[in-house]
């Protein structure tokens, strides 16, 4: 089992910056693909971010790229989203999302579906005030 905690949410006015972190529990954390969704309220969850195990590769949803950074520290078994130039539109739970389910091959299309990760955090609220 892994278990998800994300923490690092709360009300931001826009223009600023969030930094999310997603703790995780689990011996092989550092062979683990980790993401990133977000659910508006009425709105389907929606993919932000994704990165691979070694962390030497991202990728991210249009409407975030520039502005937000995915990143891990393997030692910390923790990744860390890191959200800048933030927008109301940005408002919305974000969740922590793995695969444990590893080695397998790293692609956008693969990790863009919310199908592709095994286990979740409870969320986090962000939200931006305009």
């Known amino acids: 089992q892994v278990q998800l905690v994300e923490s690092g949410g709360r009300l931001v006015q826009a223009g600023g910056s969030l930094r999310l972190s997603c703790a995780a529990s689990g011996r092989t954390f550092s062979s683990y693909v980790m993401g990133w969704f977000r659910q508006a309220p009425g709105k389907e969850r929606e993919f932000v971010a994704t990165?691979?195990?070694?962390?030497?590769?991202?990728y991210y949803a249009d409407s975030v790229k520039g502005r937000f950074t995915l990143s891990r520290d393997n030692a910390k078994n923790t990744v860390y989203l890191q959200m800048n130039s933030l927008k109301p539109e940005d408002t919305a739970v974000y969740y922590c999302?793995?695969?444990?389910?590893?080695?397998?091959?790293?692609?956008?299309?693969?990790?863009?579906?919310?199908?592709?990760?095994?286990?979740w955090g409870q969320g986090t609220q962000v939200t931006v005030s305009s």
């Open positions: 999302a793995a695969d444990s389910r590893t080695p397998r091959y790293f692609s956008r299309s693969s990790y863009i579906k919310q199908g592709s990760y095994d286990y």
């Open positions: 990165l691979s195990w070694s962390g030497s590769t991202t």
